[in-house]
C-alpha cells in the first residue's frame, strides 16, 4: 500500500504559491465582475471553517488527525460533514483554493486548483482509502458506499 507522500497543507500551500505566481506573471484572462472578491472571501471563510469542524471531529472521536499516518486510526470519523464527503478537510483546502484564485483575478490561476484535486486524490485520499478499509473493513466499506469522496 503506498503511503501518502507529503501532508496535505503543505501540498495546498504549494498550489498557492502556483496560483499566485501565474496570477503575477502569466498575461492572460482576467476575472472581473461585480462582487467577485466577495465572492473568493466566503470561499476561504467556508474553507476554513469546513476544515476547523472537520479537523475538530477528529479530536472529538481522539483518534490521528495526522494525514501522513493514516494507519494510525482508531475510529472512524463519519458524523458531521463527513456525513456528505469522506473528505472535508480537503474539500475545504479545495475552497480556499478555489476563492484565492478568484480574489488574484486571473484565469490561469485555476490550474494549480486542479493539479491540486489530482494529486491529493491520487497521493492521499487514495493511500488513505485502502489504509482505512485495512482498519475498519466492512463499516469503511459501508461509509463508502453511502458517501461520495468529495461531495
Not at 34 to 60: M, P
Not at 73 to 94: D, E, H, Q, T, W
Request: glycine content about 6%.
Amino acid at each position: 500500500m503506498p503511503k501518502p507522500i507529503m501532508p496535505p497543507p503543505v501540498q495546498a500551500l504549494i498550489a498557492g504559491a502556483l496560483i499566485w505566481l501565474l496570477a503575477e506573471f502569466v498575461p492572460g484572462l482576467t476575472i472581473a465582475f461585480s462582487g467577485h472578491q466577495v465572492i473568493a472571501y466566503a470561499l476561504i471563510s467556508i474553507g476554513l471553517c469546513l476544515d476547523l469542524a472537520s479537523a475538530a471531529a477528529f479530536v472529538k472521536s481522539k483518534t490521528t488527525i495526522n494525514p501522513m499516518a493514516p494507519e494510525r486510526s482508531n475510529a472512524l470519523v463519519i458524523s458531521g460533514f463527513y456525513k456528505f464527503s469522506r473528505n472535508p478537510m480537503y474539500l475545504g483546502l479545495v475552497l480556499i483554493l478555489l476563492g484565492w484564485a478568484l480574489w488574484l483575478g486571473k484565469v490561469a490561476g485555476f490550474i494549480p486548483v486542479a493539479m491540486f484535486i489530482f494529486t491529493i486524490t491520487q497521493f492521499q485520499i487514495k493511500p488513505e482509502e485502502d489504509a482505512l478499509e485495512a482498519i475498519f473493513r466492512d463499516q469503511y466499506r459501508d461509509y463508502k458506499r453511502r458517501v461520495r469522496r468529495w461531495i
